[in-house]
């Protein structure tokens, strides 16, 4: 059993915090891309326990800043996109997209008090339809060279889902290979061609198995573990007879990220993204191999 200690060191994630501290030395998916469409691609943002604001400039560069103007803290989600940055809706101090202040059109000409003010902000980068920031210390480290980052735009599909639970929980579901002959159970078997792009809808390699048919008759998996230079590897052992065992494989990228297959042809790259210490976005991309 966990101590109420032990736990709070692994759940809590704002600033200066055992985990946030450590979750910030990572790339965090911070908003999809389809969420800054639209004539004014600007979007509140609340990341780690931070209330932060995203936009786009025109030249398709990425800006994450506090979401609260350190003047007089007025709320930058509804700044004006212009002049290479994000203006303050109260007094026009315009940010660029590393946090510098760039005009305070109420200053005397000769002022250079704008020079003085870096307001918080955070690296970013776009890939396969995410936006992903760097709030750690230093330069950012490179992005991992998974598939899905690797692939071309008309292979993967992005999307999120908000979940009312702490990143762990999420993340302990995500590495669950024994939860998906239950929630994920079918009761009907469907043809392989008509269920296309579905979860769970391919058949094994082996004995052309329904994989829906696996999971139902087969609900009790050994679970072996093997640890990686990277995380752990997850091993979910059916075993259908004497002579054929069904292996289905977790990869879990520390600290948030998991690596699972969805079919023969799909694999599903997930995130578990702390939006602070009790409330959590999964964040995902499909990678179709054909």
Same mark, same amino acid.
């Given at each position: 059993m966990m101590s109420a200690e032990d736990n709070r060191l692994v759940t809590e994630i704002g600033p200066n915090t055992g985990c946030g501290d450590l979750m910030r030395r990572y790339w965090q998916p911070?908003?999809?891309?389809?969420?800054l469409g639209g004539e004014r691609p600007v979007v509140r943002v609340r990341l780690l326990g931070?209330?932060?604001?995203?936009?786009?400039?025109?030249?398709?560069t990425y800006g994450l800043i506090g979401r609260?103007?350190?003047h007089r803290g007025a709320d930058l989600c509804f700044g004006r996109l212009e002049d290479g940055g994000l203006r303050c809706p109260f007094h026009g101090w315009l940010f660029d997209t590393n946090g510098q202040c760039r005009e305070q059109p109420a200053e005397p000409p000769s002022s250079n008090f704008s020079r003085k003010i870096n307001h918080t902000a955070y690296p970013c980068i776009e890939r396969n339809g995410i936006v992903f920031a760097y709030m750690g210390p230093g330069n950012p480290p490179p992005l991992p060279a998974f598939d899905c980052f690797e692939a071309p735009d008309a292979f993967t599909f992005a999307f999120k889902g908000f979940v009312d639970c702490n990143w762990l929980q999420l993340n302990e579901v995500g590495i669950d290979p024994?939860?998906?002959?239950?929630? &994920?159970?079918?009761? +009907? $078997?469907?043809?392989?061609?008509?269920?296309y792009g579905q979860q769970f809808r391919f058949s094994t390699e082996e004995n052309e198995m329904a994989i829906t048919k696996v999971l139902r008759e087969y609900d009790c998996p050994e679970i072996d573990i093997e640890q990686t230079e990277t995380g752990i590897r997850i091993y979910a052992l059916r075993q259908m007879n004497d002579e054929e065992m069904h292996v289905r494989?977790?990869?879990?990228?520390f600290p948030n990220a998991?690596?699972?297959?969805?079919?023969?042809?799909?694999?599903?790259?997930?995130? &578990?993204?702390?939006? +602070? $210490?009790?409330?959590?976005?999964?964040?995902?991309?499909?990678?179709c191999f054909t």
């Amino acid at each position: 059993m966990m101590s109420a200690e032990d736990n709070r060191l692994v759940t809590e994630i704002g600033p200066n915090t055992g985990c946030g501290d450590l979750m910030r030395r990572y790339w965090q998916p911070a908003a999809l891309t389809e969420e800054l469409g639209g004539e004014r691609p600007v979007v509140r943002v609340r990341l780690l326990g931070e209330d932060l604001v995203l936009f786009r400039n025109d030249d398709g560069t990425y800006g994450l800043i506090g979401r609260n103007c350190p003047h007089r803290g007025a709320d930058l989600c509804f700044g004006r996109l212009e002049d290479g940055g994000l203006r303050c809706p109260f007094h026009g101090w315009l940010f660029d997209t590393n946090g510098q202040c760039r005009e305070q059109p109420a200053e005397p000409p000769s002022s250079n008090f704008s020079r003085k003010i870096n307001h918080t902000a955070y690296p970013c980068i776009e890939r396969n339809g995410i936006v992903f920031a760097y709030m750690g210390p230093g330069n950012p480290p490179p992005l991992p060279a998974f598939d899905c980052f690797e692939a071309p735009d008309a292979f993967t599909f992005a999307f999120k889902g908000f979940v009312d639970c702490n990143w762990l929980q999420l993340n302990e579901v995500g590495i669950d290979p024994a939860h998906a002959s239950f929630l &994920h159970r079918f009761f +009907d $078997d469907e043809p392989e061609e008509e269920g296309y792009g579905q979860q769970f809808r391919f058949s094994t390699e082996e004995n052309e198995m329904a994989i829906t048919k696996v999971l139902r008759e087969y609900d009790c998996p050994e679970i072996d573990i093997e640890q990686t230079e990277t995380g752990i590897r997850i091993y979910a052992l059916r075993q259908m007879n004497d002579e054929e065992m069904h292996v289905r494989i977790t990869n879990q990228i520390f600290p948030n990220a998991i690596i699972i297959p969805i079919s023969n042809e799909i694999m599903l790259t997930q995130w &578990h993204v702390p939006i +602070d $210490d009790t409330t959590s976005w999964w964040y995902a991309i499909f990678s179709c191999f054909t």
